[in-house]
């Protein structure tokens, strides 16, 4: 399994960016496809789920801000994160059905001004 997420950066609050997660090596469109974030010092928190059928699940802390959604051609999954405030800063991973053993190297997010 291999996982590469990209997309990353330094953004201001209320700003958005839009993650990617390139996968390969196991049947990407037969998976769930989950994101989580570690924040400096805290533990890997759940943030969105993505079913093989379509359904869409989120934490509560990113619900009605975030967006997961996946190119099954193209192997990707996407976190398209809007309203983004100063706790979103973590740096966010991505994994078949919350596999988090599995993650890669992440992407850092930092939310400042």
């Known amino acids: 399994v291999q996982l590469v997420e990209s997309g990353?950066?330094?953004v201001q609050p209320g700003g958005s960016l839009r993650l990617s997660c390139s996968a390969?090596?196991?049947t990407?469109?037969?998976y769930t496809m989950s994101w989580a974030r570690q924040a400096p010092g805290k533990g890997l928190e759940w943030v969105s789920d993505i079913y093989?059928?379509?359904?869409?699940?989120y934490?509560?802390?990113?619900k009605g801000r975030f967006t997961i959604s996946r190119d099954i051609p193209k192997n990707t999954v996407y976190?398209?994160?809007?309203n983004l405030k100063p706790e979103d800063t973590a740096v966010y991973y991505c994994v078949p059905g919350r596999s988090w053993a599995l993650r890669?190297?992440?992407t850092q997010v930092t939310v400042s001004s």
């Open 104 to 106: 890669g190297q992440g």
């Open 59 to 62: 934490a509560d802390s990113v």
């Open 52 to 57: 093989s059928d379509g359904r869409k699940y």
């Open 28 to 30: 990407f469109s037969t």
């Open 24 to 26: 390969s090596g196991f």
């Open 79 to 82: 976190l398209q994160m809007n």
């Open 8 to 10: 990353g950066g330094l």
